[in-house]
């Protein structure tokens, strides 16, 4: 059972536009939700989070938009570079049960210059 | 510099070898945790390790051993690997929990004949 639904699974983008990935979650007691970003050959690194206190969070190019009725969260990237190219991870955790983070399958972005 | 590093980073081995892949971290963390990656299933966690000595099984904890014996070192074990244990592994670590920000080392990938 896919407690966080990432979509899509791939997605190709011009350079300068916008990429958007989209996750959905089932647990209303998740109270974190992180983007991790993963370069060819490289580990995953933390590109962004937010908590449900708030509705949106941005730095730089990347924001996230949460909408806590619908369950869902979203990545944007704006003027879509292809430096981005990487896959994308979508994920939440909730407090206790050592904060286990559940992982959405990834994005593949491509974008073409 | 801040690490987590993982040794060996590409490894064939035979089945029913045991082989041993090591990781690292200079971090002073807490909480340290091994996943698989494969295509088309995401990140699944192995096994983790709350501190030292305490450990406990993640999503896909079969055929793998672990031990937390010193704070920086979380050493995963296949003591009979198969070929379904081909994946790209990689430990993370983080200063509590997998709900902070996760640092993931460079990945160790195996291939198991």
């Known amino acids: 059972q896919q407690q966080v639904k990432q979509s899509p699974q791939s997605l190709i983008v011009q350079k300068g536009g916008i990429s958007i990935i989209n996750c959905a979650y089932e647990?209303?007691?998740?109270?974190?939700f992180p983007w991790y970003q993963q370069f060819p050959g490289k580990g995953p690194a933390l590109l962004i989070a937010?908590?449900?206190d708030v509705s949106e969070k941005k730095e730089g190019r990347f924001t996230i938009s949460f909408n806590k009725s619908a369950k869902q969260f979203s990545l944007h990237i704006m003027d879509s570079q292809p430096g981005d190219s990487a896959t994308y991870f979508c994920?939440?955790?909730?407090?206790?049960?050592?904060?286990?983070?559940?992982w959405g399958l990834g994005t593949s972005l491509a974008v073409n210059p | 510099e801040a690490q987590v590093t993982q040794n060996p980073r590409y490894l064939i081995t035979v089945t029913g070898k045991k082989l041993t892949v090591t990781c690292s971290q200079n971090?002073?963390?807490?909480?340290m945790s091994w996943y698989r990656q494969d295509p088309g299933l995401g990140l699944r966690q192995i096994y983790y390790?709350?501190?030292?000595?305490?450990?406990d099984k993640g999503d896909v904890p079969e055929g793998y051993k672990v031990s937390r014996k010193e704070k920086r070192n979380f050493p995963l074990i296949l003591e009979s690997p198969s070929p379904n244990q081909t994946s790209l592994y990689f430990c993370?670590?983080?200063?509590?929990?997998?709900?902070?920000?996760?640092?993931f080392g460079p990945g160790t990938r195996l291939l198991v004949l």
């Open positions: 937010i908590r449900p």
């Open positions: 971090m002073n963390h807490e909480y």
């Open positions: 994920a939440a955790s909730r407090a206790g049960n050592n904060r286990k983070l559940i």
């Open positions: 993370a670590s983080s200063f509590r929990g997998s709900g902070e920000t996760q640092y």
């Open positions: 390790s709350m501190n030292v000595e305490v450990t």
């Open positions: 647990n209303t007691a998740f109270d974190y």
